[in-house]
Structure formats: structure tokens, C-alpha cells
């Protein structure tokens, strides 16, 4: 059973930064690509990022391209994403995901419970 549970969410003023974490549980969390999802109140679920099993290779949405970084630690079965010079815009569930290959191709198999980032204008 995969478990990802969410952490670091909260309240953050425009331009801020914030750090989100997953913890992964279950068996051969390096052997899959992980990912960030997101879903501002009235909006679809978008894609955030991606990172390949390894951390060789990473996805951005446009929409945070040079604002935010996604990490991983297999050592630690933790995913990371980084997000600076945050707007308002930004504000939604986020949401870890595990992908179902070592690359981030496909529909995500797995998702967390989502944490909460509210950025005050």
C-alpha cells in the first residue's frame, strides 16, 4: 500500500517562498517518478512538476518555470517542492503524486491527501 502524506502548507505573503514535502510510504519509492499537482477553489486539478525516478530529469507548468523546484531523496522517501516569488495566483491544494513508471508519463497512480498554500496579496 503507497501512502503520501503532505506537509509544509500554511499562509504566505505575495513574493514569499514556501517549501512543501511528501513522505512516501511503501515498498520502492526510488523505483518511480513523483510529481506535484494542484486545484485552486473553482478551478480544474493542473499539473505543478515532475521529477524522474532518479532526479536526472524534471517537468515544470509553465506557470512556475523559474519560480519553483522539485527534489527528491531516496535515501529519505521524501519528494520536495521549493516554490519562491509566490503570487496570488499560486494559492490552491497541492497535491504529491507517485507516477506508475520511472518516468512521468501517464495519469499518476497514487495521491496524497493535499496540503493547503494561501498566498495574501
Request: aromatic share 12%.
Amino acid at each position: 500500500q503507497v501512502q503520501l502524506v503532505e506537509s509544509g502548507g500554511g499562509l504566505v505573503q505575495a513574493g514569499g517562498s514556501l517549501r512543501l514535502s511528501c513522505a512516501a510510504s511503501g515498498r520502492s519509492f526510488s523505483g518511480y517518478a513523483m510529481g506535484w499537482f494542484r486545484q485552486a477553489p473553482g478551478k480544474e486539478r493542473e499539473f505543478v512538476a515532475a521529477i524522474t525516478w532518479d532526479g536526472a530529469m524534471t517537468n515544470y507548468a509553465d506557470s512556475v518555470n523559474g519560480r519553483f523546484t522539485i527534489s527528491r531523496d531516496n535515501a529519505k522517501n521524501t519528494v520536495t517542492l521549493q516554490m519562491a516569488s509566490l503570487t496570488h495566483e499560486d494559492t490552491a491544494v497541492y497535491y504529491c503524486v507517485r507516477y506508475g513508471s520511472i518516468y512521468y508519463n501517464g495519469d499518476p497512480g497514487y495521491w496524497g491527501q493535499g496540503t493547503q498554500v494561501t498566498v495574501s496579496s
